[in-house]
């Protein structure tokens, strides 16, 4: 082979070898894998202790958003694509671990953004460190009030305040119980004080008469001698509880003790799917006011004036559920609000088209965006949730099943409210 004919030859192989990734990225081979950069999100979530049922919720509601994220094609800043990961620590629902851990995730794993722990308790003891590092934390499941109030400049909330959650309850109560004597009893705790503090406000606003109120301890699992107390003052209207555990143990009590009631709503506990399981036929009836029910019916198809569609359909984000986490049949508000955390965080980013978090924070103030969780829009000067709206889900029984279905507000009810269930309200 002469000298000429064999740089050709090296020539024409060189440009072989160059062609080979661009005919393959066209189809005709295998696919190249383009290379992402990693958003890191870190958190803590209750695995273990009293808000365990509530976190795992929690925690398989953020990992199907990221999942559909990532699964259809990250997301792009400044001409960079990205995947999210998630960093969590079980924080075994204790607040002594809490901050520790928050500060691991900052200094050691190097995440970009937080979320909160499950509750207001504990998101109140990691936010300093949000506020400490300059670090953005979006609020999931903290719904007190007190968290925006403290002049936390990197908190941010997708739930609905807490001051908030018993207004649609106490509307329906004055709409169709004339006669309603209402009981309020509680768990001592910052997220159920925020509650009733200002369920007693609406209350007083529509002219409901409150003939008991009092609060138990957290952890407290004898409520005999409330109820008792509750049934003498003439109470017919229960209102009140804090968390799962809590709150199906009162419902047992009430419902063993005769307490005859025409209406219950309580929070958190008949949200969960358990709930039903937990307490029997005592859980017909029993309402609980809502971030978010399976059945609601927010879509693209029915975005309202002022907002843009964000992130999955419900249908996406449920498929995606299904696939990070199997074994849980329905996902209750607690999954979907934590999944509606991750959307409002990547549309903070695509916004800001940033990954510095004094930008992504000052991009957020500007979002209204519409979601499979719902509506969400902040207040600029305090970070908390503006938009969302609660809802009412109540258990009844249909052919023979406990569902839950949404009672109010009438135009996103699947079905009329039970007044004064017989198993609460005996006539014979």
Same mark, same amino acid.
């Given at each position: 082979?002469?000298?000429?004919?064999? &740089?050709?030859?090296?020539?024409?192989?060189?440009?072989?070898?160059?062609?080979?990734?661009?005919?393959?990225?066209?189809?005709?081979?295998?696919?190249?894998?383009?290379?992402?950069?990693?958003?890191?999100?870190?958190?803590?979530?209750?695995?273990?202790?009293?808000?365990?049922?509530?976190?795992?919720?929690? $925690?398989?509601?953020?990992?199907?958003?990221?999942?559909? @994220?990532? *699964?259809?094609?990250?997301?792009?800043?400044?001409?960079?694509? %990205?995947?999210?990961?998630?960093?969590?620590?079980? *924080?075994?629902?204790?607040?002594?671990?809490?901050?520790? @851990? %928050?500060?691991?995730?900052?200094?050691?794993?190097?995440?970009?953004?937080?979320?909160?722990?499950?509750?207001?308790?504990?998101?109140?003891?990691?936010?300093?460190?949000?506020?400490? !590092?300059?670090?953005?934390?979006?609020?999931? +499941?903290?719904?007190?009030?007190?968290?925006?109030?403290?002049?936390?400049? /990197?908190?941010?909330?997708? $739930?609905?305040?807490?001051?908030? !959650?018993?207004?649609?309850?106490?509307? $329906?109560?004055?709409?169709?119980?004339?006669?309603?004597?209402?009981?309020?009893?509680?768990?001592?705790?910052?997220?159920?004080?925020?509650?009733?503090?200002?369920?007693?406000?609406?209350?007083?606003?529509? +002219?409901?008469?409150?003939?008991?109120?009092?609060?138990?301890?957290?952890?407290?699992?004898?409520?005999?001698?409330?109820?008792?107390?509750?049934?003498?003052?003439?109470?017919?209207?229960?209102?009140?509880?804090?968390?799962?555990?809590?709150?199906?143990?009162?419902?047992?009590?009430?419902?063993?003790?005769?307490?005859? $009631?025409?209406?219950?709503?309580?929070?958190?506990?008949?949200?969960?799917?358990?709930?039903?399981?937990?307490?029997?036929?005592?859980?017909?009836?029993?309402? #609980?006011?809502?971030?978010?029910?399976?059945? #609601?019916?927010?879509?693209?198809?029915?975005?309202?004036? +002022? %907002?843009?569609?964000?992130?999955?359909?419900?249908?996406?984000?449920?498929?995606?559920?299904?696939?990070?986490?199997?074994?849980?049949?329905?996902?209750?508000?607690?999954?979907?609000?934590?999944?509606?955390?991750?959307?409002?965080?990547?549309?903070?980013?695509?916004?800001?088209?940033?990954? *510095?978090?004094?930008?992504?924070?000052?991009?957020?103030?500007?979002?209204?965006? /519409?979601?499979?969780?719902?509506?969400?829009?902040?207040?600029? *000067?305090?970070?908390?949730?503006? #938009?969302?709206?609660?809802?009412? &889900?109540?258990?009844?029984?249909?052919?023979?099943?406990?569902?839950?279905?949404?009672?109010?507000?009438?135009?996103?009810?699947?079905?009329?409210?039970?007044? #004064?269930?017989?198993?609460?309200?005996?006539?014979?």
């Amino acid at each position: 082979m002469n000298k000429n004919l064999a &740089i050709a030859l090296a020539v024409v192989i060189i440009i072989i070898i160059a062609a080979v990734p661009i005919l393959m990225k066209q189809g005709g081979g295998e696919e190249t894998t383009e290379e992402y950069g990693t958003i890191k999100i870190g958190m803590t979530i209750s695995l273990q202790g009293k808000y365990q049922t509530e976190g795992k919720q929690a $925690l398989c509601g953020v990992e199907a958003a990221i999942k559909w @994220y990532n *699964d259809n094609g990250g997301i792009e800043v400044n001409g960079k694509k %990205y995947k999210l990961e998630l960093k969590y620590y079980d *924080d075994q629902s204790k607040k002594e671990l809490v901050q520790s @851990y %928050y500060a691991d995730l900052v200094t050691k794993d190097k995440v970009n953004f937080l979320l909160a722990p499950y509750s207001s308790g504990l998101t109140l003891a990691a936010a300093p460190i949000s506020q400490q !590092y300059g670090i953005i934390m979006i609020s999931h +499941g903290g719904a007190s009030d007190k968290i925006f109030s403290q002049g936390f400049q /990197y908190v941010v909330q997708v $739930l609905t305040p807490a001051s908030k !959650y018993f207004e649609s309850s106490l509307k $329906l109560v004055k709409e169709q119980i004339p006669d309603a004597k209402i009981a309020f009893i509680y768990e001592n705790s910052a997220f159920s004080n925020a509650v009733m503090q200002g369920a007693s406000q609406i209350a007083q606003q529509y +002219g409901l008469q409150v003939v008991y109120n009092n609060t138990y301890e957290k952890g407290q699992t004898e409520f005999t001698s409330l109820v008792q107390e509750a049934k003498q003052a003439g109470a017919n209207v229960l209102i009140g509880g804090g968390h799962f555990e809590d709150g199906q143990i009162l419902i047992n009590t009430a419902y063993n003790n005769g307490w005859h $009631l025409k209406f219950i709503s309580i929070l958190v506990a008949p949200a969960q799917p358990e709930f039903a399981q937990a307490v029997g036929d005592a859980a017909i009836g029993v309402a #609980a006011p809502a971030q978010w029910h399976v059945k #609601a019916s927010y879509s693209p198809d029915n975005v309202p004036s +002022g %907002y843009v569609w964000a992130g999955p359909t419900k249908e996406e984000w449920l498929q995606a559920f299904h696939e990070v986490c199997p074994d849980i049949e329905t996902p209750a508000y607690q999954a979907a609000e934590a999944g509606a955390a991750i959307v409002f965080l990547v549309e903070g980013i695509k916004s800001a088209n940033s990954l *510095d978090n004094q930008a992504v924070r000052q991009a957020m103030n500007n979002l209204a965006i /519409y979601t499979f969780f719902g509506p969400l829009k902040i207040d600029p *000067d305090t970070g908390k949730q503006i #938009a969302h709206p609660m809802i009412v &889900i109540q258990w009844q029984e249909q052919n023979g099943q406990l569902v839950q279905e949404i009672i109010y507000p009438p135009d996103s009810a699947t079905a009329q409210p039970l007044i #004064a269930p017989a198993v609460w309200w005996p006539t014979g």
